[in-house]
């Protein structure tokens, strides 16, 4: 049986701001902006993956404090490329460090305006061998 991880709720004090911070300047992909009387839900999907960032004002979406995420991990192919993109939007990203020359030891961060933190992982591998083949990103939203 297979188990796969498809949404990370992500929590925020400002679903607009947050929206324009990983859209705008992160780059990840809109999925869907649902907005109701009652509620108002956002997924995203960083460019690649499978699974998703949801952010919103549901009860379940409260039960963490916004800013309260710490250690989520983007892979990348190109550490430093990857870094000068978000850089270049305007994101605020640690200096590259290199725990090991070995393929996998190389790394970043950055946080989102609440304070949640992320670090990027440089797997060059992954320029080769993605583990979502480019022919079914399409069916993603990727």
Excluded at 30 to 51: A, K, N, W
Excluded at 53 to 63: C, K, M, T, Y
Excluded at 84 to 103: M, N, P, Q, W, Y
């Amino acid at each position: 049986m297979d188990w796969t991880l498809e949404v990370v709720v992500v929590p925020v004090s400002d679903i607009a701001a947050s929206v324009e911070f990983y859209r705008d300047q992160v780059g990840f992909h809109l999925d869907h902006d649902t907005q109701t009387e009652h509620m108002h839900v956002v997924q995203l999907t960083p460019p690649g993956s499978g699974c998703s960032i949801v952010i919103g004002d549901l009860p379940s979406q409260n039960e963490m404090a916004p800013g309260s995420l710490k250690g989520l991990q983007l892979v990348v192919a190109d550490a430093a490329a990857a870094r000068a993109e978000l850089v270049g939007r305007g994101v605020e990203a640690s200096e590259i460090t290199v725990f090991d020359e070995r393929d996998g030891g190389t790394f970043f961060w950055f946080s989102d305006p609440d304070g949640n933190t992320w670090s990027v992982q440089q797997i060059r591998a992954r320029a080769d061998k993605p583990l979502i083949p480019v022919e079914a990103r399409g069916r993603f939203g990727s």
